[in-house]
């Protein structure tokens, strides 16, 4: 079937949640990154998942989970896809994959730990590969235009105001997110 | 109105979900420890919360959260009721209350510590009190009969079998869920 | 003996580790808020513990824990603290303190979330209470001179640059701290 | 130089504090693995690192983690270890190793996972790939001859009773490191 032949060819999906669009720039930031490094790359909306979409998932070498953090932890949309994969859980479908996290929220900090600690969790039991940021935190902490500006390895942190997200996260949070797109995408076979 | 005045009444709500009634069963069992104190309680399942339930939780000077430990985490439908009580967030409604939390799942250690953390967090988002089983580990770790067998202290752990919830989890689990609500109660005013 | 009448009264210890000053001043000004309130509070510095230290955090109604984050997590020497605390933990001598927390590293957010859990289960460990801010986050995130610019309500994180600490952590983060450390002293019998 | 010759044969280390000797016979199991799977493993205790164990590190494929969890955490030798890592953190010179955890503590549950966060943040500020255990959890949850009898996917979760480690951990948490070490030794070039 023509889908499945394209669908195969989706090297790193971009498995994300977001409320307001926010965390959604951070996911295409991150798609960006992937495609600059020539690997093929789709961003999937996890809160209508079709078959399709599983499908997709199904195929990718890399897996990379968004979300915002709602109330000290990933959002319940997304909760609720990760309690749809444990489908693939049981027979353990997506071991070996390589897996990555970032998540969005209004403070600098909070409780963004949370969010991407439960990524990593739900990546160990898909028995998934995990591989963090890469990056040393940024020379000025905070500065806007600086890549990895909350100094975070484990995923990507960003930070976005109560504006359009046209506007925030700004220009670093969204260069962290292209960066580890690169890198997620140098782990590929 | 009749309920207003009974639902004032009520000092500790464990506010749960339960996807089979294992994790229910636990919920009972710190209610009769509470209600062993002389302390009114009572469960309030989160799936369907009413504005009567919401009034419950403003109204108690106690909220003791459970879920199941699903995919390495709180529920979705925790989740979700978490995010419902955004609104309490932002305005600090419960700011003081007494919290507690309490998790079951099928392996003796897996993620539970996973979602109590999120529950800490949560707790803490709305400024409350958190409070502990207050218990060392049991004297043989893991005896299915022994308070604290899984040997937890931030919330009560529980493991269910794969069996209807009059079978498991077994007594042990019980009597530290019982033994949690007798302490939770011993921080009322 | 006059230290020891001394020690009697001191009712919040702070008991801190600190490498090179700057989380020494988080503690200072968490001390400054408890004095505001009118309680006695004595900032310890754990790296050194004498048996006058051990009996000032036996006769203390509440510790407050601190440390820099170092490589991800609460410092070794703190970390020490806590193991030889463990004596306290057999008798559960510290059992119904109030407990918090505070950190602080060079980035806005790192793994400051990872020290301040630690510190919540080694407090749930002696089965103490658990205080965290009770602040919403500031209204600009990061705005240097606003409390609770990073946004943590689990404990304080604060954050400090490569500076001398009279420069770093800003005016912002030592006000979460005094904040702070009026909660807990509203929370003494 | 002929240390540096068998030094750098060295593909799989198990960088690990043991107290009583449970955990180190946690390291030694999953050293078998890695052995069975004909790959050179060499286990370090990190309690007295040497010029020549840092180099061992820096020329290793993989680095395993290991820990008893004391007081809710990983223990203050291990933690004085990772901060003396710090040299190597600044030149991100482990950069794309691979990462693995393990710990072990007299309950079935307790904060093991606490513990194993702090491995996996570690290995993320390093760069480094996690690899969990990729196993399922037991079928019968806690029996003490079967693989993963705690259920842990993000690392090695082994109990010990109070006695000698030739008696204690069992054969289950025995297994668990084998294969672990056997599914580390898979993830090298």
């Not at 479908?93 to 949370?114: E, H």
């Not at 806007?144 to 506007?167: F, K, T, W, Y």
Request: hydrophobic share 40%.
């Amino acid at each position: 079937m023509e889908f499945s032949r394209d669908a195969a060819t989706i090297e790193v999906v971009v498995a994300y949640h977001s409320g307001y669009g926010h965390t959604r720039r951070v996911a295409e930031s991150l798609a960006e990154g992937v495609s600059a490094a020539r690997r093929s790359v789709q961003c999937l909306d996890v809160s209508g998942m079709s078959e399709e979409g599983w499908t997709m998932l199904d195929q990718a070498q890399a897996i990379v989970f968004g979300s915002p953090t709602y109330m000290g932890g990933a959002s319940a949309v997304f909760k609720q896809f990760a309690e749809a994969s444990s489908k693939r859980w049981f027979t353990q479908a997506w071991k070996d994959k390589i897996a990555g996290g970032f998540t969005c929220s209004l403070s600098m900090s909070g409780d963004k730990y949370s969010t991407l600690m439960y990524m990593v969790t739900l990546a160990m039991q898909h028995s998934m590969i995990w591989v963090g940021t890469g990056m040393l935190p940024s020379a000025v902490a905070g500065a806007p235009d600086q890549a990895n500006r909350l100094g975070s390895s484990i995923g990507v942190m960003a930070q976005a105001d109560n504006v359009p997200p046209e506007i925030s996260p700004p220009a670093g949070d969204l260069l962290t997110a292209r960066s580890y797109g690169e890198r997620i995408a140098s782990m590929l076979r």
